[in-house]
């Protein structure tokens, strides 16, 4: 055993020797020079409008740039839930660009929207449109192959990567552990914003990443998720803070990646950029068409949009934990804090990972203690929707104070929730019969995930849902909403939880709209109904068990106890839904266990573990 750890400090060692070094200069401007010798610079057009398509979306935003003032802003706002539609907007705004398009995510995966996405870019650049990507490091765009040729794929197309680990664009397993050894807090700090920007007159933020669960295509395992489209003054902000990004010392041009730079260096003549290849080419085609189709844009996005005054876009700062101190590096979660700290009778919340940061207690806290206590609402995940099972655990192990203490309504959601997956069914129908619960869907099963540094690519497997009794395709939770009080609503990246709070850069939107925070309650309310999610509330057991449970909770470590205060519940037929504190709630409802769904597995004994052992590290999960 002992060598064993030897041998394991001495490779460590060698990798943190060896990957430490950043690339020359003298190897950069080679690099630099073999790119700009090979790169693509014909256009494709010669028009002063770079031949952009007509857009009802972005005529919109220029129309409320033209009418805004500084007293009185206006702006265009699309709540985008619907997956097809979030993405049929993104390929209408790229294809719509006179100018600029600027892009921040977190993942972007090679398959399908991956691949479709990076190809309406590149036609974006040659037409003669400036298109700038910065991808988190981690999760994206894997494939030195592809970054060499992205590197000189067009002049007008610029790629960087966001807090590279070691100067590379790969990551390995050795590496990812010999990062977190080294330099913690650098490594564990990743860009969570997700922005897509054009021509500085509308964007959308939100949750979705670029890869084909977060649009409802893949064949196993999709994300509800949410975006907000923003036309007006608030691009401005946008672009102010993708600028702030862009310019950071983290995000790193590709020829000054170790990796990519020996690439570059050591092949001779350059791949050429070939066409993408999609597993499911008739459903590409469908949105593709979508995306110019005026009477198909008018019923799905231009009828949804809201014509209001005040939207505020907010964004962290890049490399924030190096700013512990300093409030402005966490501005966008500031913002939210403020805003559920002002609510006055309701808060509906809908995060993925209902673990909460110790300020978000203490604020929960707060609002209990008032004398007129706002109602909270909650949609996050159960154990058999979610992909991060560790966050799970801990969110289960703290049941008792969420439901007692802080008052949290919470709703857990189904894998197999009928309105998802009627959703998909009908985005799906042209293209034989959808997978439902009552079957299972055939095909590849996409395994990463976006959940910190438990999603990496060397754990990646680990981080596959949980199996279950029940065959089909199953959905999890990854939207991030809050409304308060029926005025004001937010949509962003924001987790509500330690990482978010301290390491990840977050960015979003809040909407001072009543309309707009009726739209977004009624929408995060629907997840919460009996065919989409699980009701938790305390179970009924005897006294001498609780009393051994608060005990075995109260423990930083060794909490075995098996029963928590509080198990899942379904609703019972014929019954009408009711809130937990209803006095009928018992005669209405049947308990289904504390993971309902889920098969015994090593995920059910991780995540009792994790609940057992695992409390000291809620912000690294």
Request: charged letters at 25%.
């Amino acid at each position: 055993m002992r060598q064993r750890g030897v041998a394991l400090f001495l490779l460590l060692a060698a990798i943190l020797v060896t990957s430490g070094c950043s690339v020359s200069p003298t190897r950069i401007r080679r690099a630099d020079a073999v790119v700009a010798e090979r790169v693509q610079r014909t256009l494709d057009c010669d028009r002063p409008d770079h031949c952009a398509i007509d857009s009802p979306l972005l005529d919109a935003a220029r129309q409320a740039l033209a009418d805004s003032t500084e007293a009185e802003p206006v702006h265009v706002v699309t709540l985008l839930n619907d997956s097809e539609a979030a993405l049929v907007a993104r390929l209408n705004l790229i294809r719509a660009a006179q100018r600029s398009v600027d892009i921040q995510t977190y993942i972007w995966d090679q398959d399908d929207a991956g691949q479709l996405v990076l190809d309406e870019l590149l036609k974006a650049a040659r037409r003669g449109v400036k298109v700038r990507i910065l991808a988190d490091q981690l999760f994206s765009f894997g494939d030195q192959a592809l970054l060499e040729r992205l590197a000189g794929a067009h002049e007008n197309l610029q790629v960087r990567l966001y807090n590279p680990t070691f100067h590379e664009a790969q990551t390995s397993v050795a590496e990812f552990t010999a990062g977190i050894v080294c330099c913690f807090l650098t490594f564990n700090q990743r860009m969570h914003n997700k922005l897509l920007l054009v021509d500085d007159a509308i964007g959308i933020t939100g949750g979705r990443n670029y890869q084909d669960r977060y649009f409802d295509w893949d064949d196993e395992f999709d994300y509800v998720d949410r975006d907000v489209m923003v036309g007006g003054p608030a691009a401005r902000a946008m672009a102010a803070s993708f600028e702030t990004f862009w310019h950071h010392r983290r995000s790193v041009p590709l020829t000054h990646l170790r990796d990519v730079n020996r690439h570059i260096l050591d092949n001779e003549a350059p791949t050429p950029w070939p066409a993408p290849r999609y597993a499911h080419p008739q459903r590409v085609a469908r949105v593709q068409e979508e995306a110019e189709d005026p009477d198909w844009l008018d019923d799905a996005l231009v009828s949804q949009t809201l014509r209001t005054g005040r939207v505020d876009y907010f964004s962290d700062l890049p490399a924030k934990t190096e700013q512990p101190q300093q409030r402005s590096a966490r501005e966008f979660t500031a913002h939210v804090m403020r805003m559920v700290g002002a609510a006055q009778h309701e808060v509906v919340l809908q995060t993925p990972y209902l673990v909460l940061s110790q300020r978000a207690e203490r604020l929960f806290a707060r609002l209990r203690q008032g004398e007129s206590p706002p109602r909270i609402i909650v949609s996050t995940n159960s154990l058999a929707s979610t992909d991060a099972f560790a966050v799970y655990a801990l969110s289960y192990k703290h049941r008792k104070r969420y439901l007692k203490d802080d008052g949290f309504e919470i709703y857990e959601m189904k894998p197999h929730a009928t309105g998802p997956a009627q959703d998909n069914a009908d985005a799906s129908a042209d293209e034989g019969p959808a997978p439902t619960p009552a079957g299972h869907a055939p095909g590849r099963h996409r395994v990463g995930t976006e959940r910190g540094l438990l999603g990496s690519r060397g754990n990646a497997r680990r981080n596959r849902p949980a199996p279950l009794t029940t065959p089909g395709r199953r959905f999890g939770l990854h939207a991030k909403s809050i409304v308060v009080d029926d005025d004001f609503a937010m949509v962003g990246s924001h987790n509500f939880d330690p990482r978010s709070d301290h390491y990840n850069t977050e960015a979003g939107v809040i909407v001072y709209d009543a309309r707009f925070a009726s739209e977004l309650r009624d929408s995060i309310l629907r997840d919460t109904q009996p065919e989409n999610a699980w009701v938790i509330a305390p179970r009924q057991q005897g006294s001498l068990s609780m009393a051994i449970g608060d005990f075995s909770a109260s423990l930083p470590v060794f909490d075995l106890w098996p029963y928590r205060y509080a198990t899942s519940y379904d609703l019972k037929a014929g019954c009408t839904p009711m809130r937990p504190s209803d006095p009928a709630f018992l005669s209405c409802y049947t308990p289904v266990g504390d993971f309902p769904d889920v098969a015994v597995s090593p995920k059910l004994i991780y995540t009792r573990l994790i609940t057992a052992f695992g409390a000291g590290v809620k912000g690294v999960l």
